[in-house]
């Protein structure tokens, strides 16, 4: 198991490279002068040199990079060009609230796909089979943007049982979650349905089922380990379709999550902001799947690394 994590930990560096590397290109290419940001808009030809000059904007984009990627590897992201503060100040808060939004949307959807595949593999054919898979088919296709002002409209604005946007409390995280938790339930719930059926036609089920074993008892204790592992599988690769979801969810929201900073920063050509958020996101992604990666041994004792 040691020897996984550190393979899979050296494998993170290409991925984290190349993504920096993207990024870095990307936001260069974009229209816009960050010396501007700093500055101001009556600022004169010289004080934006001098700022270039001070952020180094004004050397070669080989050289940029060269010393951005050091700064990296030391461990610093450099300083906001908006609030001249250091990169990690500004990230730390954002990521942690994005964080735990991603965490209660994912718990939303694992639970509640786990159970609605579950009663519908079980019942399968039957009136609730029919309705969970078209909810779950509504959850998929549904645009989160376009499922987040109806659930403001409906339980913010008519009702008045959550806030709008914002944060405070849990209670602030409960629409979001939920917006940015559907489309992953019903990926769940499909995948557990399949995952459970292919279980439940196997021949060991039917020998439990001659032998008076309770259904419950099979459906729980037997079939649902065994069904586990491509849900893990779902589930992993879903929460970093979480994290990049966040974008239009926190905006959507006014939730002060690293979705809502990347968005602010990209329009004020905030370049260190940026490239530090996507990282940082990048690389919670990637320790998710490891950790899935682990849990497919526990589900599973057959997986061997």
Do not use: C
Not at 32 to 47: C, F, H, M, S, T
Not at 72 to 89: A, N
Not at 281 to 303: C, E
């Amino acid at each position: 198991m040691g020897r996984l994590i550190g393979r899979r930990l050296l494998f993170l560096l290409p991925v984290l490279f190349g993504i920096l590397v993207v990024v870095f290109v990307t936001m260069r290419i974009v229209p816009g002068d960050p010396a501007r940001l700093v500055a101001g808009p009556d600022a004169g030809p010289q004080e934006l040199e001098a700022i270039r000059h001070e952020f180094g904007l004004d050397q070669p984009l080989h050289v940029q990079f060269e010393r951005y990627l050091l700064d990296v590897l030391r461990g610093e992201f450099g300083r906001s060009l908006k609030t001249q503060r250091p990169v990690l100040d500004e990230i730390g808060p954002r990521l942690w609230n994005t964080a735990l939004l991603a965490v209660l949307s994912t718990l939303f959807a694992a639970t509640f796909g786990l159970l609605a595949g579950i009663v519908a593999a079980a019942r399968r054919h039957s009136a609730f089979d029919h309705v969970t898979m078209v909810v779950a088919m509504m959850g998929v296709s549904t645009p989160s943007f376009y499922l987040g002002i109806v659930l403001i409209v409906v339980f913010a604005v008519l009702l008045g049982l959550f806030p709008a946007g914002g944060s405070g409390g849990l209670v602030h995280l409960v629409l979001p979650a939920v917006t940015l938790g559907a489309s992953t339930l019903g990926i769940v719930a499909r995948m557990t349905r399949t995952s459970m059926i292919d279980v439940l036609d196997e021949d060991y089920i039917r020998t439990a089922r001659a032998k008076g074993v309770r259904e419950r008892v099979i459906v729980v204790r037997h079939a649902l380990r065994n069904a586990l592992l491509p849900i893990i599988a779902v589930v992993a690769l879903q929460f970093g379709f979480v994290l990049a979801g966040s974008v239009l969810v926190e905006t959507v929201f006014s939730f002060p999550g690293i979705g809502w900073l990347i968005v602010e920063s990209i329009g004020m050509r905030d370049f260190p902001v940026v490239q530090g958020s996507i990282l940082l996101v990048t690389f919670v992604s990637v320790l998710v799947n490891l950790v899935a990666d682990l849990l497919y041994g526990y589900a599973d004792p057959r997986v061997k690394y």
